[in-house]
């Protein structure tokens, strides 16, 4: 909030702010007193607030720049929350699915494409901080393939990457799946690019009827009839043409449509060897996964648990949240797995918030949701998000580990991740990371090893002036230095914070806006 005021009172923003608030446990003030905030701070800036996959809050200034008016629709996917007078209150709910969120993002204002290629930038160097040097990038909604990628293309051509990116495509238009990968197909390969940047395969939507958007405050939603059929047509395209693939699946009863598919595709065109995985994955049984494991798949996780576990057991129990995802079990049957975030939209890119939670099984509200037997060691919640997650881009043997003839990435983080205390995992960062044996990050002692620091852009960036993702100084791992400080102006130290409510009292949570 204080960061919206200061660019707003000096004039400095000018198109959408988006602000994403990921967990259960933020400080509790009304929608109604929020929005009256917002509106009297911002109140020609248009700013959007996302909860998860839940819904969204709009100031006066966004309502009139994506056009919602008394006169607007009810759109599919979504409701939009009016007074008594039938006008948009600024409240948008995503039920059943989070399409209206989606839609109303892609109405907000771009950046120039300059600022677009330099913004870039600066996301994969905040990556880099965190110890990233490779992403799995599952697609997502209004992410159209060719055109929507002219901006990573033009920086892999110019060799300003500066994590190894492995993208899937998306399909984005229903009931016209097939088509989106028939014509892929002719277009491009798996494979095609070079380490840095390459195709990865299709996914994680392949077809819209069998979505199960995991807003756990939502009844689960039930499958439509045609979801089998219309799944069966681009998983034979897929398999025939040798195309790894993944498919969203939250709910157990998805995973099982999912794979009567699968199965019956197998017999006439056989995966013999196919990458393919389920992506999520936080019900499904032990019979699931026996048949993931017969089908030669894997399993993707994420800790989106470590965001809605409270929701969870409010709507499910604590004895089903005791196994949701059932990592252990999946580890025991020999599935490959592999850990993320499910980053940008509704979760962090910190990978250690991720890793925090496979290793002690809390929530970021402080919630302990496993037992001992699904919680993972250290050294295997590490395997997970390195080794473990090479099988996912299709190249085992070729990253993950510090070995001879693997390419030669690695991160010195800022304190001992296998001795430190659980709680200081979550703030554990970088002092010097590595791709391709390039330095891309470097901070305290290595410093001097840095690369040039990028400009914050457009000129009315709120990171110009405060900051990106947000510690308290006192309470970080080994006290780094903050890779966005190269970006800010001298007097930017007096910070904003959004702050999250744990066990020990507030700890913040910076920019929410990253997988394997």
Avoid at 16 to 26: C, G, H, R
Avoid at 280 to 305: F, P
Avoid at 329 to 336: D, K, Q
Avoid at 371 to 387: F, G
């Amino acid at each position: 909030m204080r960061e919206i005021r200061g660019g707003v009172f000096q004039g400095r923003f000018h198109n959408l702010l988006i602000s994403k608030n990921n967990t259960f446990w933020a400080p509790q003030i009304s929608r109604l007193t929020f929005q009256v905030v917002i509106n009297t701070v911002a109140p020609d800036t248009p700013v959007f607030v996302l909860h998860l996959y839940d819904r969204a809050l709009l100031n006066a200034a966004a309502l009139r720049a994506v056009g919602y008016t008394k006169d607007t629709p009810e759109p599919p996917g979504g409701e939009i929350r009016r007074d008594h007078a039938g006008n948009p209150t600024g409240l948008l709910i995503a039920r059943p699915n989070a399409m209206i969120l989606y839609a109303t993002l892609a109405k907000g204002p771009k950046l120039a494409r300059e600022d677009q290629l330099n913004s870039t930038r600066l996301f994969l160097s905040e990556l880099n901080r965190f110890g990233v040097t490779s992403v799995i990038d599952a697609g997502g909604g209004f992410q159209n393939y060719p055109d929507d990628y002219a901006v990573i293309n033009a920086l892999h051509r110019r060799g300003e990457l500066s994590v190894r990116l492995a993208y899937n495509l998306f399909t984005q238009k229903p009931k016209e799946e097939l088509k989106d990968f028939q014509r892929w197909t002719k277009m491009t390969r798996p494979g095609e690019g070079d380490d840095f940047y390459r195709v990865n395969g299709a996914g994680e939507m392949l077809v819209f009827s069998a979505a199960d958007f995991e807003d756990i405050l939502q009844p689960r939603p039930e499958m439509p009839p045609v979801m089998e059929e219309e799944l069966k047509g681009v998983i034979r395209h897929l398999a025939e043409n040798r195309w790894p693939f993944r498919l969203h699946a939250t709910y157990d009863e998805t995973i099982t449509h999912a794979l009567n598919v699968y199965e019956a595709v197998n017999r006439e065109a056989p995966f013999d060897g196919l990458h393919w995985f389920f992506d999520h994955c936080e019900t499904i049984s032990d019979r699931n996964i026996e048949r993931v494991k017969a089908l030669g798949g894997g399993i993707a996780v994420q800790n989106r648990m470590a965001f809605q576990g409270e929701y969870f057991v409010e709507r499910y129990g604590r004895q089903q949240a005791e196994r949701t995802p059932p990592i252990g079990r999946m580890l025991a049957l020999g599935v490959p797995v592999g850990a993320g975030t499910d980053a940008t939209r509704v979760s962090s890119y910190n990978p250690f918030l991720s890793l925090y939670w496979l290793v002690t099984g809390n929530t970021v509200g402080g919630l302990n949701l496993y037992p001992e037997q699904n919680r993972l060691d250290r050294m295997e919640a590490l395997r997970l998000y390195t080794v473990g997650s090479s099988w996912f881009s299709t190249e085992e043997g070729k990253k993950g580990s510090i070995a001879l003839g693997q390419l030669a990435d690695l991160a010195v983080l800022s304190a001992d991740y296998f001795s430190i205390s659980d709680e200081d995992i979550k703030r554990l960062e970088s002092v010097l990371t590595l791709v391709g044996g390039k330095v891309v990050y470097a901070a305290r002692e290595f410093s001097k090893l840095a690369p040039p620091p990028l400009p914050a852009s457009p000129d009315w960036s709120p990171v110009k002036y405060y900051g990106g993702y947000q510690q308290p100084w006192d309470a970080r791992a080994g006290a780094p230095d903050r890779a966005a400080r190269s970006a800010i102006e001298p007097n930017a130290r007096q910070k904003a914070h959004r702050w999250v409510r744990g066990e020990a009292g507030l700890w913040s949570l910076g920019c929410d806006c990253f997988a394997f």
